[in-house]
């Protein structure tokens, strides 16, 4: 149940950064603070800067913590060289790679289709770390397990605006690109599974921040933004908030698959779409209409029978 608990506050982490890039992307009020936000359109090289910005804060962050998480972090890290540990590094790698996969394909998706439509298609991964758990892992979902992921995504759709799921402002590149953002995501989770058999979650995790800020600065210099005026300071702030849970909530999920695996984790992570839908309403004052008020329902009684079945 413990590792239930985890994934369920990473995803709690994770829509708050999914609200934070809204808000850096659009105008919003605040809990009663007034109009905030758009500070950034949302482009490509712009959707790179936050990245990186989000990983100068994360990775510093990471270092300052991983020895009290974990007392053998940079002995692990060490060891990495020695032929032995080689998987262990080589999986560490993939996830660095993984990591900044999903999250450019992801934010640059953002910039080209609506946020929500984007952070559904995104939330389709699920279905794809199932697929990569059994053919990789050899571990083949239950029918039960089907079933919550089918009403789990169902739920997830419904909680999208209708209004968003046109395509007029965007292009078929943005739907690639979210979709892609999904797939990679999902492999991460595979191999982050696989990876612990040979290193802890936390020297894991920090390698793969270290290695999402290396290609984070390789993207911003290849593509170079115009030169505009920003409003640097709710900037910083945004990705220091984005920064620290991104942190959080990446550290949290990796040990709750090292737990229960990463198809039941990516399931509860599922839920993320309902979950951000109310922390808009709670935060940013986004009207839930009864169609996303059922989404949430539905996902939150899949959600919940999940974890009736690992209690059975």
């Known amino acids: 149940m413990l590792g239930y608990c985890w994934v369920l506050l990473s995803s709690v982490f994770f829509c708050i950064q999914n609200v934070v890039v809204r808000v850096l992307f659009s105008a919003h009020p605040l809990l009663g603070f007034g109009v905030v936000g758009g500070y950034l359109a949302p482009t490509l090289q712009n959707s790179f800067l936050l990245l990186l910005l989000r990983m100068v804060l994360a990775v510093p962050l990471m270092a300052m913590v991983s020895g009290v998480l974990y007392p053998q972090t940079w002995q692990a890290i060490a060891q990495l060289h020695r032929p032995h540990q080689r998987r262990a590094l080589l999986h560490a790698i993939a996830g660095g790679i993984l990591m900044f996969l999903y999250l450019a394909l992801l934010y640059v998706a953002i910039g080209l289709i ?4 984007a952070l559904t298609l995104f939330f389709t991964f699920p279905v794809f770390t199932a697929l990569f758990s059994w053919g990789l892992l050899g571990q083949r979902p239950s029918p039960y397990r089907w079933g919550i992921m089918a009403l789990v995504l169902v739920g997830s759709g419904l909680t999208v605006p209708q209004a968003q799921f046109s395509l007029a402002d965007g292009n078929l590149w943005g739907v690639l690109l979210g979709v892609g953002s999904g797939v990679a995501y999902a492999l991460y989770t595979v191999n982050a599974q696989k990876s612990f058999d040979h290193i802890h979650p936390v020297p894991f995790t920090g ?4 290695i999402t800020l290396g290609l984070s600065v390789v993207a911003v210099v290849a593509w170079p933004r115009s030169p505009e005026a920003l409003d640097w300071g709710p900037i910083w702030i945004g990705s220091l908030l984005s920064g620290i849970v991104t942190f959080a909530g990446h550290l949290l999920y990796n040990s709750g698959i090292r737990v229960i695996g990463a198809t039941a984790a990516s399931m509860i992570g599922s839920a993320n779409p309902a ?5 808009a309403w709670a935060t940013i004052q986004e009207v839930l209409t009864a169609i996303q008020v059922l989404g949430v329902a539905i996902v939150t009684g899949s959600v919940a029978s999940l974890s ?3 209690k059975s």
């Open 114 to 117: 609506a946020t929500g439509v």
């Open 308 to 310: 009736c079945e690992h």
């Open 275 to 279: 979950l951000t839908v109310v922390l």
């Open 207 to 210: 390698l793969s921040f270290t």
